[in-house]
């Protein structure tokens, strides 16, 4: 299957890469470095205050281990209204805005093909922003290849990818319930919520904000532990700002803010 990944990439000169440090878009990248060589790949983060300071700074460090040329590329999709105002398509916003954004520097650059890294289950949840991928036409060979996240995590450590185990990531502003507004000084403090259970020895969580009240996500096999530290998560979280501390018992899930659309079209 791999070797598909490669033998596809190798007929497209030079590519682009929209590279965030997740597994997925790291093994783009890697793939993409072995079939045709450093000079033909570029790693475009998008920067915007929906990316978190830790995942940057990740992001980088491992590109340069990979040694792949990146280019960091701010992107302004915090200060579309359309983007603020947090309807359920908001990620539409936010990926052409991201997309636009890295589709123009690969033409100024004389690049052709942009790649990224949704992979074939990706598409069992509601992605708006795959609707701007298309409109920019954005390749997705792991989708196409038919890649599961299992398959990607299995290649990635066969290709000695440091972050083959890396917890699934996703943008702040998922953290926040629809129609509640978007902004940078609310991703920051959710960012800083997040930062500080990290600094606790959490690994994988999310920080789901309502208002006064944080409702934390951990896996169900660190809920015990959770409850175990609740004084310090308590503290740690009301340092952020919020009045109310909440354990989520369903578990960390990702998309969570997308149940309630489930529910209503039941």
Known sequence: MIHKLTSQ???L???????SGG?????VLKAALDALGAENVIALLAVSPSLP???KDEAVAL????????????TAEVNDPAYQANAPNRCYFCKDHVYRALRQFAE???????LDGMNAEDTLDVRPGRAAARELQILSPL????????????FAKALGLPNWDKPAAACLASRVPYGTSVTPKLLSQIERAEAALFDLGFRELRVRHHGDVARLEVPEADLLRALQQRESITTALRATGYTYITLDLAGLRSGSMNEVLKARSA
């Open 63 to 74: 590109a340069q281990q990979l040694g792949a040329r990146l280019e960091l590329l701010p």
């Open 9 to 11: 990439l190798q007929l």
């Open 23 to 27: 597994v997925d878009s790291t093994l």
């Open 143 to 154: 989708h196409d290849l038919g890649f599961s996240k299992q398959d990607v995590r299995h």
């Open 53 to 55: 300071q830790s995942e």
């Open 13 to 19: 000169g030079r590519v682009a890469v929209a590279y």
């Open 108 to 114: 100024q650059n004389g690049i052709d093909h942009v």
